[in-house]
């Protein structure tokens, strides 16, 4: 098993890169609120575009990028062999008993063009800066303390649990366990996550403990390391312009 | 000399009923280098752990534990700036997806101003040699670097007594190496339990031999470690440089 | 089963928003220092662990779990979800931004759910009693995770019946898995570590 690193390219440079991490989140949320929002195929397809465009910009490789889509495209899939089928509406073919209705294409269309443009958002957004310069804005947005803490000790801890499994897998496998339909497999699976839930639960103690040796009292603590320059306010209101603009587009077209 | 640690008939029983500790006293003074080395078991880690006032309050314990002048409850929550603890195992103390945020923890809950943190943050990662290492994340560091950046969150924030568990198990002769040097480099108290007996010969200028939650004995390192019978008798083996040196070799 | 961006209508992704910020506000608040690292502990396991892939004949499945959450955290399971939906949608853009909110609704209620219908297992003094009610509760937080999905579904559109109908359907043998997934787990940490099960 292997965990994508959503920051294996922050370390670029681009003018993504250099924006300040706050109003990058702000504005480009803001941007994907204008994709889910889309209401027609024409404004839909412009925000892909707009996506694609931004995705270019922030020099992120489309391997890389290609590589996370494999979810939405999954579930996009669904309502591509789905929606035309079975919403009622003009029929423009016909196979045998399958007739596929313009409505439901349409529908789908709409849906995939918007799960995408969303979905290739969060890698200018996200993938231009360490995740913890993501988490320090998300603080200074005042999203709740803890919620962010869980956040980042959840992140951290992530990479350990996946070694502990992965270690463990193989000690099964090493043991002649092969996984595959039945009661074996499942139980074994049952026994190696329980085994994960119980390292997990003994550390937190640990953890709880070094942190509390250094000074911690339930509130996390972060350097305030950002600067806010012209800069960044005028890529923000260009991107919030772009996003009103697909708005009200969306009105007039 | 001036005192650092004072320990007066420590005793201390788990919640689920081991003894771990059954009367220790112990005076530390300043600047002394301490080993303190038992078999699996002993009650060095639990010894360790009240100088940090974070055992469960549920376990059963008397005596006192002065540091610093300083009495230390059990589960006493005021910040010890001045008591670094580095724990065994280094996925426990690097709790940050950054190493720059973990050797900041400290100083940041002190409430020192940015400019003196990131200072701070600068020295501590010089002091263990991982200078530029900031950005980097703990899981993206070999075991002697995890090591290393684990003392170094605790060397941020200053402290006087540097308290130390197991600081070299599962290295390599490099790593290992590397670590011993940097605990001679570090001029404050330290208290260091170990199992690395060759290690204690190295860094500590004197021993304490725990057994049972017991002090067995204690002394100048050398003296401890070259008696060979009495480390035998609690499952320990001589350091194999001492033993090389007694056979003539 | 995840939402992912653009499907949903504005009510529906807004109000299950504003239904997760609150049952979050009201548990973060309820929640003790010493609680964050517990949770946040636990979350990377069961993050990890879903990503467990189940041979179900040809294909495969990965777990959801979320009846586990529920049966460990207790009422925190909420925010665990939250927080492991949120990394699901930035490390694996599985899930989605907007629809945060439905998808912790969707699995985050049922693990609450499936942590009350535990607890009715103490009622019970036979040595099973803590696997049979782990199973119903592992396999209830699946489906009822499915009808929620369904209802948001069909509250966005009528043209979605039948992909609601059909995600329900398909969750039935993960319904399955999941519940003895669940009973295993449970059976284990009541022999090895009964105080993670509230005992
Ligand atoms: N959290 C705990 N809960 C209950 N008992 C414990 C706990 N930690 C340690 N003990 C018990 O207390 C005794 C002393 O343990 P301690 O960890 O202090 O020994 P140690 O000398 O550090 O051993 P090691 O060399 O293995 O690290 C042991 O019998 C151990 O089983
Ligand atoms: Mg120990």
Same mark, same amino acid.
């Given at each position: 098993?292997?965990?994508p690193e959503i920051d294996k390219?922050?370390?670029?440079?681009?003018?993504?890169?250099?924006?300040?991490?706050?109003?990058?989140? @702000?504005?480009?949320?803001?941007?994907?609120?204008?994709?889910?929002?889309?209401?027609?195929?024409?404004?839909?397809?412009?925000?892909?575009?707009?996506?694609?465009?931004?995705?270019?910009?922030?020099?992120?490789?489309?391997?890389?990028?290609?590589?996370?889509?494999?979810?939405?495209?999954?579930?996009?899939?669904?309502?591509?062999?789905?929606?035309?089928?079975?919403?009622?509406?003009?029929?423009?073919?016909?196979?045998?008993?399958?007739?596929?209705?313009?409505?439901?294409?349409?529908?789908?269309?709409?849906?995939?063009?918007?799960?995408?443009?969303?979905?290739?958002?969060?890698?200018?957004?996200?993938?231009?800066?360490?995740?913890?310069?993501?988490?320090?804005?998300?603080?200074?947005?005042?999203?709740?303390?803890?919620?962010?803490?869980?956040?980042?000790?959840?992140?951290?801890?992530?990479?350990?649990?996946?070694?502990?499994?992965?270690?463990?897998?193989?000690?099964?496998?090493?043991?002649? $366990?092969?996984?595959?339909?039945?009661?074996?497999?499942?139980?074994?699976?049952?026994?190696?996550?329980?085994?994960? $839930? @119980?390292?997990?639960?003994?550390?937190?103690?640990?953890?709880?403990?070094?942190?509390?040796?250094?000074?911690?009292?339930?509130?996390?603590?972060?350097?305030?390391?950002?600067?806010?320059?012209?800069?960044? $306010?005028?890529?923000?209101?260009?991107? @919030?312009?772009?996003?009103?603009?697909?708005?009200?587009?969306?009105?007039?077209? | 000399?001036?005192?650092?640690?004072?320990?007066?008939?420590?005793?201390?029983?788990?919640?689920?009923?081991?003894?771990?500790?059954?009367?220790? %006293?112990?005076?530390?003074?300043?600047?002394?280098?301490?080993?303190?080395?038992?078999?699996?078991?002993?009650? !060095? %880690?639990?010894?360790?752990?009240?100088?940090?006032?974070?055992?469960?309050?549920?376990?059963?314990?008397?005596?006192?534990?002065?540091?610093?002048?300083?009495?230390?409850?059990?589960?006493?929550?005021?910040?010890? %700036?001045?008591?670094?603890?580095?724990?065994?195992?280094?996925?426990?103390?690097?709790?940050?997806?950054?190493?720059?945020?973990?050797?900041?923890?400290?100083?940041?809950?002190?409430?020192?101003?940015?400019?003196?943190? !990131?200072?701070?943050?600068?020295?501590?990662?010089?002091?263990?040699?991982?200078?530029?290492?900031?950005?980097?994340?703990?899981?993206?560091? %070999?075991?002697g670097e995890k090591r290393a950046?684990?003392?170094?969150?605790?060397?941020?924030?200053?402290?006087?007594?540097?308290?130390?568990?197991?600081?070299?198990?599962?290295?390599?002769?490099?790593?290992?190496?590397?670590?011993?040097?940097?605990?001679?480099?570090?001029?404050?108290?330290?208290?260091?339990?170990?199992?690395?007996?060759?290690?204690?010969?190295?860094?500590?200028?004197?021993?304490?031999?725990?057994?049972?939650? !017991?002090?067995? !004995?204690?002394?100048?390192?050398?003296?401890?470690?070259?008696?060979?019978?009495?480390?035998?008798?609690?499952?320990?083996?001589?350091?194999?440089?001492?033993?090389?040196?007694?056979?003539?070799? | 089963?995840?939402?992912?961006?653009?499907?949903?209508?504005?009510?529906?992704?807004?109000?299950?928003?504003?239904?997760t910020a609150a049952i979050t506000?009201?548990?973060? *608040?309820?929640?003790?220092?010493?609680?964050?690292? *517990?949770?946040?502990?636990?979350?990377?396991?069961?993050?990890?662990?879903?990503?467990?892939?189940?041979?179900?004949?040809?294909?495969?499945?990965?777990?959801?779990?979320?009846?586990?959450?529920?049966?460990?955290?207790?009422?925190?399971?909420?925010?665990?979800?939250?927080?492991?939906?949120?990394?699901?949608?930035?490390?694996?853009?599985?899930?989605?931004?907007?629809?945060?909110?439905?998808?912790?609704?969707?699995?985050?209620?049922?693990?609450?759910?499936?942590?009350?219908?535990? *607890?009715?297992?103490?009622?019970?003094?036979? *040595?099973?009693?803590?696997?049979?009610?782990?199973?119903?509760?592992?396999?209830?937080?699946?489906?009822?995770?499915?009808?929620?999905?369904?209802?948001?579904?069909?509250?966005?559109?009528?043209?979605?019946?039948?992909?609601?109908?059909?995600?329900?359907?398909?969750?039935?043998?993960?319904?399955?898995?999941?519940?003895?997934?669940?009973?295993?787990?449970?059976?284990?940490?009541?022999?090895?570590?009964?105080?993670?099960?509230?005992?």
């Amino acid at each position: 098993m292997h965990l994508p690193e959503i920051d294996k390219y922050a370390h670029l440079d681009s003018p993504l890169h250099s924006w300040d991490p706050r109003v990058k989140i @702000v504005s480009l949320f803001c941007l994907i609120l204008s994709m889910v929002l889309a209401s027609n195929l024409l404004v839909a397809g412009l925000g892909l575009m707009l996506a694609v465009a931004l995705v270019f910009l922030s020099r992120i490789p489309f391997g890389f990028v290609f590589l996370h889509l494999r979810w939405v495209m999954l579930f996009v899939l669904l309502f591509f062999i789905i929606m035309p089928l079975t919403v009622s509406g003009e029929e423009i073919a016909r196979f045998h008993f399958l007739s596929i209705s313009r409505r439901g294409l349409e529908l789908a269309s709409l849906i995939g063009l918007r799960a995408f443009s969303a979905v290739l958002l969060v890698f200018p957004m996200i993938g231009t800066m360490k995740f913890s310069s993501t988490t320090a804005a998300l603080q200074r947005l005042k999203l709740p303390n803890k919620l962010v803490q869980m956040i980042i000790f959840t992140y951290r801890y992530i990479f350990v649990a996946l070694d502990e499994m992965g270690r463990m897998f193989m000690a099964a496998r090493a043991r002649g $366990f092969r996984s595959g339909t039945n009661l074996h497999t499942l139980k074994t699976v049952g026994n190696l996550i329980g085994m994960l $839930f @119980v390292r997990s639960y003994e550390r937190t103690e640990h953890i709880h403990r070094a942190m509390v040796s250094r000074g911690y009292d339930g509130t996390l603590r972060v350097l305030d390391e950002f600067a806010l320059a012209k800069k960044d $306010f005028l890529k923000a209101a260009l991107v @919030v312009a772009l996003a009103l603009g697909l708005y009200f587009a969306g009105w007039t077209l | 000399m001036k005192e650092a640690v004072r320990i007066e008939n420590l005793h201390y029983t788990y919640p689920e009923g081991t003894q771990a500790l059954k009367g220790i %006293s112990l005076r530390i003074y300043e600047g002394e280098s301490v080993g303190i080395i038992g078999p699996n078991g002993a009650g !060095k %880690s639990t010894l360790l752990l009240h100088l940090n006032g974070i055992l469960p309050a549920a376990g059963q314990g008397e005596g006192r534990v002065v540091a610093l002048g300083e009495e230390i409850r059990r589960n006493d929550k005021r910040i010890r %700036s001045d008591i670094g603890f580095v724990f065994e195992d280094p996925d426990e103390q690097l709790f940050m997806p950054r190493v720059f945020d973990d050797v900041a923890f400290g100083p940041l809950n002190m409430g020192l101003s940015g400019e003196e943190v !990131k200072a701070r943050v600068k020295d501590a990662l010089r002091a263990v040699n991982l200078a530029g290492f900031e950005e980097r994340s703990p899981h993206h560091l %070999s075991a002697g670097e995890k090591r290393a950046a684990a003392i170094a969150t605790v060397l941020s924030m200053r402290p006087q007594i540097l308290v130390i568990d197991e600081p070299a198990s599962d290295l390599d002769p490099r790593s290992r190496r590397n670590i011993i040097h940097l605990l001679n480099t570090f001029r404050m108290t330290k208290m260091i339990a170990t199992h690395d007996l060759d290690m204690v010969l190295e860094v500590a200028t004197r021993c304490i031999l725990l057994d049972e939650g !017991k002090v067995i !004995k204690d002394g100048p390192g050398e003296e401890v470690l070259k008696n060979r019978e009495l480390l035998e008798a609690h499952g320990l083996e001589m350091p194999l440089s001492l033993l090389l040196r007694s056979q003539n070799f | 089963m995840h939402i992912a961006d653009g499907v949903l209508s504005v009510p529906v992704w807004t109000g299950c928003l504003a239904v997760t910020a609150a049952i979050t506000g009201v548990s973060l *608040r309820k929640m003790k220092a010493e609680d964050t690292p *517990r949770i946040a502990l636990m979350t990377s396991a069961f993050f990890i662990a879903s990503l467990i892939h189940i041979p179900m004949g040809p294909t495969s499945v990965h777990l959801i779990l979320n009846g586990l959450v529920g049966i460990i955290l207790g009422p925190l399971a909420f925010v665990a979800i939250l927080v492991g939906l949120i990394l699901q949608a930035v490390l694996f853009k599985h899930g989605g931004i907007t629809t945060i909110g439905a998808n912790t609704v969707m699995m985050g209620l049922p693990a609450v759910g499936a942590y009350y219908l535990f *607890r009715l297992h103490r009622l019970f003094k036979f *040595r099973v009693s803590a696997g049979i009610f782990g199973a119903l509760a592992g396999g209830v937080a699946v489906f009822l995770g499915a009808v929620i999905l369904a209802l948001l579904l069909v509250t966005t559109g009528s043209e979605f019946i039948v992909v609601a109908k059909l995600a329900v359907w398909a969750h039935l043998p993960v319904m399955v898995i999941e519940g003895l997934i669940a009973a295993f787990v449970v059976t284990f940490l009541k022999q090895v570590k009964p105080e993670m099960l509230g005992a």
